[in-house]
């Protein structure tokens, strides 16, 4: 039987097969999936917000985009993937209250997803599909045996991409 690791808000964890990672409730947040598909290594890091250095506190280096994606990106070439051959796979990044004079500032779905999609080109890792934006939340889960990203929504069904 398979594990079924549970992944926190600001939070990450890495793995290899046949382990499944699983976060719940991501709404404006992003569930970032990174896949070695020849080790069947990989992980999934929960995001809220893009850059740390625009936070008051910082302590958390798993709840930026920026600080978050390094950490895991480190850990599973660790565990024995190939930074070379990482697949990312990403969703969230949600518009969950509508404001009529909504600023760029007030969207951070969209920001979290654009910072990661960065961060990721600039660490030479492909994002090979994506479920984001939206006003509806997602659970996300990645099963480490294949790369399969499963993302559930409550009135939209359930998918893998």
Partial sequence: MADLIKVGMADYKVGRSPSTLISYGLGSCIGISLYDPQRKI?????IML???TQARSSDNPAKFADTGIPLMINDVVALGASKARLVAKIAGGAQMFAFSNATDIMKVG?????????ILRRNGIRVVAEDTGGNYGRTVSIDLSNGSYKIK?????EKSI
């Fill in 50 to 52: 893009p850059d740390s």
């Fill in 153 to 157: 929504t409550i009135d939209r069904g």
């Fill in 110 to 118: 969209n920001r979290n997803a654009e910072s990661c999609k960065q």
């Fill in 42 to 46: 990989g992980g999934l890091l929960h």
